[in-house]
């Protein structure tokens, strides 16, 4: 089938790509034209494991192809996806639809044939009404679905290509069978193909993420009890997740959830079921329950430095929200390190994914190239990313400051283990922390 991806970010390049890999020709648009010029030469504008390889095949087997122009990408297109950013609106809880629209118009603009219009942004309930209504004057020519999308950042090449499930929201019941046929190499393979009305599949989307929200911000909270409790919340994740019902994923204590989706899509869901009049008053508490969690990690950070951070050198190992991206949208070290810095610290980082910008502007913050340059000399490490190259430091080795503390976010290390290498070590949710009690 020939497709259009408008938008080439994480979702729109990962699953384009995809979609060409299992044979269809696929154009991937995008208005960024430095983005463009960089797929053209071969080389992937974002950090995802496997897709730089599958980018040069499909692009090489002229499946896959990268443009700035629109006109021509609509035009040669049977199905169009959209794929583009649905942001928090400034100083509101709101989604941001401005880039939808603005490509829905574009499309209408350029459209002279039969044309299905697929959502894999996330959008709220009724968007595909709006798109339908804003696509009126040659309402002939469209058929306008929801296929929200679920891949992870990290594992994207993975979730594309075997996803739990597909899910296709149409009002019309024939087009069922158009995305049948072109997801049928991911069913044959045993992913669930499930469908359901437009406004559902886009609500499935939100309700996914805000309880996986729920599920992270729950275990968060339970870890506070279990330090104050001198319980190991790692035995209340295990005995709770073995439990068919609940599910041992998400169920990990660490900070607060960050990314590019779960903070606005929680927002998204709760402004959207305000326009109809409901509260959503289990995930307005997650939403703030997640926010209140950075003023309690840099209460523990006061606490194992004193409160007095003037001079003192902390160096986090990882600031992307989760490994294996690039991705710094709503990572708590976009708050972290800025508060640190103003206290006086002078912070280091090292992520494997690279030099930030967004860290270059703050004084006394500073990139370095690897975790032994990063930690020399530290007063406190921060484990903030549980990247693997993290998982097995010799701290004693390279930090060759007899005082250096550890503070550990991921639960990467035990307690035992670095008690024995006579390191000051704290964690998340375990009796060793020690630090609610004081
Ligand atoms: N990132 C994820 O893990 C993920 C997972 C599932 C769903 N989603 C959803 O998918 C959508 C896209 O997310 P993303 O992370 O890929 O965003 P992104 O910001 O990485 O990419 C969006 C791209 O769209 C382009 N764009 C915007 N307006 C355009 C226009 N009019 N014409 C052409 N290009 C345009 C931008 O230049 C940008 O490159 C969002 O709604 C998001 O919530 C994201």
Redesign the pocket.
Known sequence: MNLCM????????VSGTCFADIGNKVIC????KN?IEKLNSGISP?YEPGLDELIKKNYSAKRLFFT?N?KKAINLSDIIFI????PTKKGSIKVDLS?VY??TK?ILKYSKKKKIVVT????PIGTGDEIEKLLGKKKKLFTVISN??????GE?IRDFRYPDRIVIGSNEKKQFNIMKKLYAPLINKGSKFFTTSRRGAELI?YASNAFLATKITFINELANLCEKSGVNIEDISLGMGSDNRIGSRFLRAGPAYG???FP??TKGLVSAAERYKINLSVVKSVIKSNQDRFNLLTKRIHKILGSNLKNKRISFLGVTFKPNTD?M?DSSSLKMIPYLTKKGAIVTYYDPSGEKNVFKKIKNCFYKKDIKSNCFGSDLIILLTEWDEFKSINFKNIVKNRKFKVYDLRNLYTAEEMKKNKIKYYSVGRPDINLARK
């Open positions: 408008i938008g080439t970010g994480y979702v729109g390049l648009v995008d208005k960024d983005k974002i700035s629109i794929c583009v950013g649905t880039y603005k490509c574009e894999k942004s996330t959008v929200p999308e679920f891949l992870r950042e994207a989307k990314g590019s989706c606005k899509d991705d949208r």
